[in-house]
């Protein structure tokens, strides 16, 4: 078949190649191949072995002429030489030569003037499975054509070695612009995939004029959209699949001149602490066809334990975003009215939800302050940490942050957007004093502040952060909307809030020059 070729990959003589099976067959393979279960519920079970989490301190981006000027080169962005990369392209090419491989070609971006064609080659079956439902599949006359603008290599039983390719340990996930390849090496943890697509499109949309966003996406009956900005474990992928409105996607975004379209076809949730009652869509969604990464199931029942953490906190349900009942098929939507910044705030001192002014909202996207959870990355302690993460995703922001606030900050002001900010994370006290706030209730908020509720109910400014906590919201117990209030001790509420606010104006330092707008949103 026409499109069927790897030799620009260096494939020659592989063992027998698996092109663009479906969903059943790649089941088939992986059970047949040892490489997973299948759940009571009809869900591929895998682990992903050493690492249960993306490795960021392993990925790298090739320095050459065309990403020189335009990458934003440091802790992120680690650069690898061109002669680095082509040799470990070699090596692994090599490595795969004579064993079986499976190829599944799809795309990333639902809107057809911005799709990104990508081939995903993989030593797995449950990884080529993980690529089907996570990325935009190719219909079957799409296929027969089929010319790749950038090809993943997953290759995690090779191990790199950090001498010959340039990399800092075995593993490696590595991007080259210029060949269009990415490389990734000695982890099977399938999110470095998802990521990397992500990566390649925060590069190359901005010139088009595209925003890309870490962000999910919905939309109501009066197709009125909703965006929310959140790091891992904040809540993008809960909040947004509302069975009150239409998901649109749950992570990766992209906004044009025509509305907001999703990157992905597909889902990659926090299943840890599931439960029918408080996440009904996801868990009807974990069925046959997802996959299920590092969940516990009893060896007898096959039966999900999704409270358990034995293997990791970061366990994860893989499906295709039409597994969510009324999910919005292809993954478009108008321009939103309402953005939604979600964090984490392991110090208990954020208000469960307030509102921004338009410099607070480009004050608190350049500083993307959240905590991360343990199981996301690797290294982390079993507390969440306080961090700050510009535009809710710098690990995956090839360019400088300003470049993606300017164009969120332009969005919003052409189309009259309303920004929030929702705590997600503690109230009542710090992370082993206070409580998470109850999911019930930052629904309620989050429905109220997108159907509008909150509009026109009273408001007072934060004593330290000068963001605006509405008085009152429908279905929540005032006393909630008060983080103050909800401390048993106010001075050391006070005394968490001037140190949280002080860790803000510290960080913010190293933006450099912004607006006199945006830099008088800083806590105070």
Same mark, same amino acid.
């Given at each position: ?17 698996? %092109? ?7 089941? !088939? ?24 989490? $993306?490795?960021?301190?392993? =990925? ?7 990403? !020189? ?13 061109? !002669? ?73 039983? @090779? ?8 990399? $800092? ?9 210029? $060949? ?14 998802? =990521? ?91 069925? @046959? ?106 690990? @995956? ?22 920004? %929030? ?82 860790? @803000? $104006?510290?960080?913010? !330092? ?15």
């Amino acid at each position: 078949m026409e499109g069927q070729d790897l030799t620009a990959q260096g494939l020659l003589h592989t063992g027998e190649v698996h %092109w663009n099976l479906p969903t059943s067959q790649l089941i !088939e393979e992986a059970l047949v191949r040892r490489e997973g279960e299948l759940a009571a519920n009809g869900a591929l079970v895998v682990r992903t072995g050493q690492f249960t989490g $993306r490795s960021p301190n392993d =990925k790298f981006i090739v320095r050459e002429a065309s990403t !020189e000027g335009t990458v934003d080169w440091g802790p992120v962005n680690q650069p690898m030489t061109e !002669e680095h990369f082509d040799r470990l392209h070699a090596r692994v090419a090599a490595f795969l030569q004579g064993r079986d491989i499976f190829v599944q070609d799809c795309f990333g971006g639902a809107e057809t003037e911005h799709t990104l064609p990508v081939r995903v080659i993989t030593q797995r079956a449950w990884h080529s499975l993980f690529a089907r439902q996570l990325f935009i599949r190719a219909e079957p006359s799409q296929l027969k054509d089929f010319a790749p603008a950038f090809t993943i290599l997953f290759a995690p039983d @090779f191990q790199a070695n950090p001498g010959l390719d340039g990399s $800092r340990t075995e593993t490696c996930i590595a991007l080259s612009m210029k $060949r269009r390849t990415v490389i990734i090496a000695g982890t099977q943890y399938a999110g470095e995939m998802k =990521k990397s697509v992500f990566t390649i499109l925060n590069y190359l949309l901005p010139e088009r004029g595209v925003l890309p966003m870490h962000c999910s996406a919905n939309t109501g009956t009066d197709e009125r959209v909703a965006l929310f900005f959140g790091l891992s474990g904040t809540g993008k992928t809960t909040l947004s699949a509302d069975p009150a409105r239409r998901l649109i996607g749950d992570d990766e975004h992209g906004w044009s001149d025509r509305g907001v379209f999703n990157f992905e076809g597909g889902c990659y949730a926090k299943c840890i602490r599931l439960s029918m009652e408080n996440e009904p869509q996801i868990w009807r969604a974990i069925r @046959f066809g997802s996959v299920l990464e590092n969940v516990v199931i009893d060896a007898g029942t096959r039966e999900c334990d999704y409270d358990s953490s034995a293997i990791t906190e970061n366990t994860r349900a893989a499906y295709p975003v039409d597994f969510i009942d009324g999910a919005v098929i292809p993954g478009v939507g108008n321009h939103p009215s309402q953005v939604l910044f979600l964090t984490a705030d392991a110090f208990g001192v954020l208000p469960p939800i307030s509102k921004l002014t338009p410099e607070q909202a480009m004050y608190h996207f350049l500083s993307g302050y959240t905590a991360k959870v343990a199981g996301t990355e690797r290294g982390l302690s079993s507390e969440p940490q306080a961090t700050f993460s510009a535009c809710f995703g710098a690990p @995956f922001l090839p360019r400088h942050p300003s470049v993606y606030a300017e164009m969120l900050g332009k969005k919003l002001s052409e189309h009259g957007v309303s920004c %929030w900010l929702v705590n997600t994370g503690w109230v009542g006290g710090a992370f082993g004093t206070g409580h998470r706030m109850k999911l019930p209730y930052t629904r309620a908020m989050v429905q109220a502040a997108v159907d509008g509720k909150l509009d026109s109910v009273s408001v007072v400014p934060h004593p330290v952060f000068h963001i605006l906590v509405p008085q009152s919201c429908p279905g929540v117990p005032a006393e909630l909307l008060d983080a103050r209030h909800m401390w048993a001790d106010k001075a050391a509420y006070d005394h968490a809030a001037a140190d949280l606010g002080a860790r @803000f $104006r510290k960080n913010f !330092e190293k933006f450099g020059k912004v607006s006199d707008g945006v830099l008088a949103a800083s806590p105070r």
